[in-house]
């Protein structure tokens, strides 16, 4: 897969949809383990971008990643907003002046984002958060191996995890079998860009 300005805004468009379309559920996911609000954040920020892109539309490949970046930074709130905001920042800076991405680039980019989110939130991988999608999925995606059923059972592992970081991290054991909304919303990121990659 290589990836062109015109394929991430498809990966970015598809990931907002998915985001907007599932934001009850991933309320719901927050009620129980957090407090009701990720759909709600998430959803801000993804109608956002859809927006800022009728006005303007990204330049350069890095533009996405950038005006991704500044609209989850400022308008998500929550852990989320910074968090994912500083990946796609950190992506935007890993891309540079590049305005392709061979598949070995793509991953290395996604790597600096995933160790965004480690560094900004003083996490790791175990913890039940959004990086327990970001690590197998990068893993798969290394391989050439990442499908949506291999999503859907990282999520599986991810929801039997205790929670030992964040809002759910207070629930303790109670954590335990319940979907953190964080790595669902990961999910759509990453299934987004199997799904934009088809094309
Ligand atoms: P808040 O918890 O502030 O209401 P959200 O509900 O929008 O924020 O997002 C919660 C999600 O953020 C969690 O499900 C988890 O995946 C992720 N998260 C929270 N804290 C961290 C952290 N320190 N590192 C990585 N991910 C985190
Ligand atoms: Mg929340
Ligand atoms: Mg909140």
Redesign the pocket.
């Known amino acids: 897969m290589i990836i062109t300005k015109e394929l991430a805004q498809k990966w970015f468009t598809v990931f907002a949809e998915k985001v907007i379309q599932d934001k009850e559920q991933?309320?719901e996911?927050?009620r129980i383990?957090?407090?009701?609000?990720?759909g709600?954040?998430?959803a801000r920020g993804a109608q956002q971008l859809l927006s800022s892109w009728q006005e303007t539309p990204p330049v350069h490949l890095a533009d996405v990643f950038k005006q991704a970046a500044m609209k989850w930074i400022s308008g998500?709130?929550?852990?989320?907003?910074p968090?994912y905001g500083t990946a796609f920042f950190e992506m935007a800076k890993a891309i540079g002046t590049k305005e392709e991405l061979q598949h070995e680039e793509l991953v290395n980019v996604i790597k600096a984002g995933f160790d965004g989110?480690?560094k900004?939130?003083?996490?790791e991988v175990g913890?039940?958060?959004?990086?327990?999608?970001w690590a197998p999925a990068i893993e798969s995606l290394e391989e050439k191996q990442l499908t949506t059923e291999i999503l859907e059972t990282t999520l599986t592992k991810v929801t039997a995890l205790k929670?030992t970081?964040?809002?759910?991290s207070f629930l303790g054991e109670r954590s335990i079998n319940e979907v953190?909304?964080?790595?669902?919303?990961?999910k759509l990121f990453f299934e987004a860009l199997l799904e934009a990659g088809d094309l």
């Open positions: 991933l309320s996911y927050d383990i957090g407090d009701g609000d990720h709600m954040n998430m998500v709130g929550g852990a989320s907003g968090l989110i480690r900004r939130g003083k996490s913890q039940k958060t959004m990086l327990d999608v929670a970081k964040g809002r759910a953190d909304p964080g790595a669902a919303s990961s």
